[in-house]
């Protein structure tokens, strides 16, 4: 048996990646799951059914920029274990927020830049 695999049955965590069209309900998944959940988005992503449906048990945390994103792990760090499920929906969205994030704190600092777009 292979390292990596002998090593998922000792580990606390579960490492899931799911993958599928949009509008194929990722985000209800996430939602279902059993316990407390925390979904960490891009402001672009919407998750008011599920939420209207349980926000006593499933619980947001919308990032735009690196900043929340470290205070989101800073706070998994010190207090995850208040949630059984920890989702990071959709990593495409949020991957475009956190570049351009970063490519506007490289135009703040050096605006000839720019010219490179944004």
Same mark, same amino acid.
């Given at each position: 048996?292979?390292?990596?695999?002998?090593?998922?049955?000792?580990?606390?965590? $579960?490492?899931?990646?799911?993958?599928? !069209?949009?509008?194929?309900?990722?985000? %209800?998944?996430? @939602?279902?799951?059993?316990?407390? =959940?925390?979904?960490?988005?891009?402001?672009?992503?919407?998750?008011?059914?599920?939420?209207?449906?349980?926000?006593?048990?499933?619980?947001?945390?919308? $990032?735009?920029?690196?900043?929340?994103? !470290?205070?989101?792990?800073?706070?998994? %760090?010190?207090? @995850?274990?208040?949630?059984?499920? =920890?989702?990071?929906?959709?990593?495409?969205?949020?991957?475009?927020?956190?570049?351009?994030?970063?490519?506007?704190?490289?135009?703040?600092?050096?605006?000839?830049?720019?010219?490179?777009?944004?």
């Amino acid at each position: 048996m292979n390292d990596h695999i002998k090593g998922l049955d000792s580990s606390p965590f $579960v490492n899931i990646c799911v993958y599928a !069209d949009p509008g194929t309900g990722k985000t %209800r998944l996430a @939602g279902t799951s059993p316990g407390k =959940v925390l979904i960490i988005r891009p402001p672009q992503e919407h998750t008011d059914s599920i939420l209207a449906k349980d926000r006593s048990r499933v619980k947001e945390w919308i $990032v735009d920029d690196w900043a929340m994103m !470290d205070e989101a792990l800073e706070y998994l %760090r010190a207090e @995850g274990d208040n949630h059984d499920w =920890v989702w990071l929906d959709c990593i495409s969205l949020l991957q475009d927020v956190l570049l351009d994030d970063i490519w506007q704190k490289v135009i703040d600092e050096k605006p000839h830049r720019k010219q490179f777009g944004i």
